[in-house]
């Protein structure tokens, strides 16, 4: 039987604001129902199962998808490109392979593979992915 809670917990165990939680029981993306509570019959939310991703995330994700693996962790392009692991939601945070987390991302097309980040291209080796 699946978890019920309210709506601050789901906005809480799911990382979406409780307005979003609202908007997604209105337009049945959620399931929820009044139940009691300590201030009187509040809503309880269904908990979805594992693996659940709100629209906002999937859509961030999959632009995470699309963008190119190499990028320069300073303006300057210098040093080694690194392998982006993920840009982050709420923000631009690029977080690299080889766990460098860099301020902002500048590209790198055209680099050459000795320029890359060898704990990057370990990493990725290592997960499968492709350089």
Same mark, same amino acid.
């Given at each position: =039987?699946?978890?019920?809670?309210?709506?601050?917990? !789901?906005?809480?165990? +799911?990382?979406?604001?409780?307005?979003?939680?609202?908007?997604?029981?209105?337009?049945?993306?959620?399931? !929820?129902?009044?139940?009691?509570?300590?201030?009187?019959?509040?809503? =309880?939310?269904?908990?979805?199962?594992?693996?659940?991703?709100?629209?906002?995330? +999937?859509?961030?994700?999959?632009?995470?998808?699309?963008?190119?693996?190499?990028?320069?962790?300073?303006?300057?392009? =210098?040093?080694?490109?690194?392998?982006?692991?993920?840009?982050?939601?709420?923000?631009?945070?690029?977080?690299?392979?080889?766990?460098?987390?860099?301020?902002?991302?500048?590209? !790198?097309?055209?680099?050459?593979?000795?320029?890359?980040?060898?704990?990057?291209?370990?990493? !990725?080796?290592?997960?499968? +992915?492709?350089?």
């Amino acid at each position: =039987m699946p978890e019920k809670v309210t709506i601050q917990e !789901a906005s809480r165990r +799911l990382n979406i604001s409780q307005d979003l939680v609202r908007r997604y029981i209105r337009d049945g993306v959620l399931k !929820a129902e009044r139940g009691g509570g300590s201030q009187g019959r509040s809503w =309880m939310v269904e908990l979805p199962q594992d693996g659940w991703v709100d629209d906002a995330k +999937l859509s961030y994700m999959t632009l995470d998808k699309q963008l190119p693996t190499w990028w320069w962790p300073e303006p300057e392009k =210098m040093g080694f490109v690194h392998y982006l692991e993920s840009t982050g939601i709420e923000e631009l945070v690029p977080v690299f392979l080889c766990g460098l987390v860099s301020e902002n991302i500048w590209g !790198a097309e055209g680099h050459l593979p000795q320029q890359r980040c060898q704990e990057c291209v370990l990493e !990725a080796q290592a997960r499968g +992915l492709s350089l």
